[in-house]
């Protein structure tokens, strides 16, 4: 593990490869779980206010879930997530070509809206778990994941660098700089920073 500001980062983060590869897992993580997608607080007062520019991106069942459900919920974990249709797939999934995507994003690209998508979809497989004094930034491993992983290592890719864009856009350009001067450092002498 590692410190950064406020954060300890499972170093995982630094030396596992991930590369997402929609081709092979069609966007699974966005069907396949208990609950929906973990919100930050914040986020509940911005997919209220989005929902109707996001509305046309997203599928008929979609938004019945948004209607009925609202734009978030409450888990049976008492935890904030994104509503699900009957049980499965997350509200806000739309599909392109056979695989997931998320609606709210479309919206984003599309010039639409400023909210890209929950930060916890952003930033996955890193996870975060809040403390009283601290955030623990983990790499969350899942099965639906081996072609990632498999890619990641085809290409080359780190966890961190596949996440780079989500991680500077929730902890900074300086946070992401100074783990990759960590990486650098765990890289060169081959050690472990307790």
């Given at each position: 593990?590692?410190?950064?500001?406020?954060?300890?980062?499972?170093?995982?983060?630094?030396?596992?490869?991930?590369?997402?590869?929609?081709?092979?897992?069609?966007?699974?993580?966005?069907?396949?779980?208990?609950?929906?997608?973990?919100?930050?607080?914040?986020?509940?007062?911005?997919?209220?206010?989005?929902?109707?520019?996001?509305?046309?991106?997203l599928r008929p069942e979609g938004i019945e879930a948004v209607k009925e459900?609202?734009?978030?919920?409450?888990d049976s974990d008492g935890d904030l997530v994104t509503p699900l249709i009957?049980?499965?797939?997350?509200?806000?999934?739309?599909?392109?070509?056979?695989?997931?995507?998320?609606?709210?994003?479309?919206?984003?690209?599309?010039?639409?809206?400023?909210?890209?998508?929950?930060?916890?979809?952003?930033?996955?497989?890193?996870?975060?778990?809040?403390?009283?004094?601290?955030?623990?930034?983990?790499?969350?491993?899942?099965?639906?994941?081996?072609?990632?992983?498999q890619n990641g290592n085809a290409i080359n890719v780190k966890v961190h660098?596949?996440?780079?864009?989500?991680?500077?856009?929730?902890?900074?350009?300086?946070?992401?700089?100074?783990?990759?001067?960590?990486?650098?450092?765990?890289?060169?002498?081959?050690?472990?920073?307790?």
């Amino acid at each position: 593990m590692l410190q950064i500001d406020n954060t300890i980062v499972c170093l995982d983060l630094i030396e596992q490869k991930f590369c997402c590869d929609l081709s092979k897992c069609k966007g699974i993580c966005c069907i396949h779980g208990d609950s929906g997608a973990p919100l930050e607080e914040d986020e509940v007062d911005i997919l209220k206010n989005i929902f109707e520019k996001t509305k046309p991106f997203l599928r008929p069942e979609g938004i019945e879930a948004v209607k009925e459900q609202g734009t978030s919920v409450t888990d049976s974990d008492g935890d904030l997530v994104t509503p699900l249709i009957d049980g499965k797939e997350c509200a806000y999934v739309i599909f392109s070509n056979g695989i997931a995507k998320c609606g709210i994003e479309a919206a984003y690209f599309a010039g639409k809206i400023n909210f890209r998508k929950p930060i916890s979809c952003h930033l996955y497989p890193a996870r975060l778990t809040k403390y009283a004094e601290f955030i623990a930034v983990n790499y969350h491993r899942w099965d639906i994941c081996k072609h990632a992983v498999q890619n990641g290592n085809a290409i080359n890719v780190k966890v961190h660098d596949f996440l780079k864009e989500a991680l500077i856009r929730k902890f900074g350009n300086n946070w992401f700089e100074q783990l990759k001067i960590a990486e650098s450092i765990t890289g060169s002498s081959n050690k472990k920073i307790n």
